[in-house]
């Protein structure tokens, strides 16, 4: 599946599919560092992770213990946010994040957290809506 960079428009926003099943979202935005962005979930959507469906807020897994998620102190399958796919650069998003600082130039992605190994996406279904909007 081809990535693909997503274009904000004249009002300074976009809406991107993210879904649970990919480790990187395919779809994203190229950013540059300083400027500010907000993030909002659209609608109801949920995904699930094998059998436990949930919004972009996410779940507690006791099973999946804290060193093997992606983003340390968020629940599994909370909607996440990446510059450069790159793991220093993993920020939360859940159903909001009201202003974001881009801290360097690259693509944001983004993706449900879950273990940091690609095997366990597999198992994903479902997707969530997520409006960006820039700010700055």
Same mark, same amino acid.
Not at 86 to 103: D, H, K, M, Q
């Given at each position: 599946?081809?990535? &693909?960079?997503?274009?904000? &428009? /004249?009002?300074?926003? #976009?809406?991107?599919?993210?879904? *649970? !099943?990919?480790?990187?979202?395919? &779809? ?5 560092? !300083?400027?500010?962005?907000? =993030?909002?979930?659209? !609608?109801?959507?949920?995904? +699930?992770? $094998? *059998?436990? +469906?949930?919004? /972009?807020?996410?779940?507690? %897994?006791? $099973? $999946? @213990? ?7 102190g968020e629940n599994c399958f909370a909607l996440c946010g990446t510059i450069c796919a790159?793991?220093? %650069? %993993? =920020? #939360?998003?859940?159903?909001?994040? +009201? ?5 360097l130039d690259g693509n944001l992605h983004f993706f449900a957290n879950d273990h940091r ?5 597999? %198992?994903?279904? !479902? ?5 960006? +909007? @820039?700010?700055?």
């Open positions: 599946m081809p990535w &693909n960079g997503i274009t904000i &428009n /004249a009002k300074g926003e #976009a809406e991107i599919e993210v879904c *649970s !099943g990919q480790y990187y979202s395919r &779809n994203f935005i190229k950013v540059e560092k !300083g400027q500010e962005y907000s =993030f909002e979930v659209v !609608g109801h959507d949920e995904w +699930t992770d $094998l *059998s436990i +469906t949930c919004g /972009a807020q996410g779940f507690h %897994n006791k $099973l $999946l @213990r804290e060193k093997k998620k992606r983003v340390r790159s793991e220093p %650069n %993993n =920020f #939360a998003i859940r159903c909001g994040l +009201t202003r974001y600082v881009v801290p190994t690609r095997f366990w996406y597999r %198992n994903n279904r !479902g997707s969530i809506k997520l409006k960006i +909007t @820039r700010l700055k």
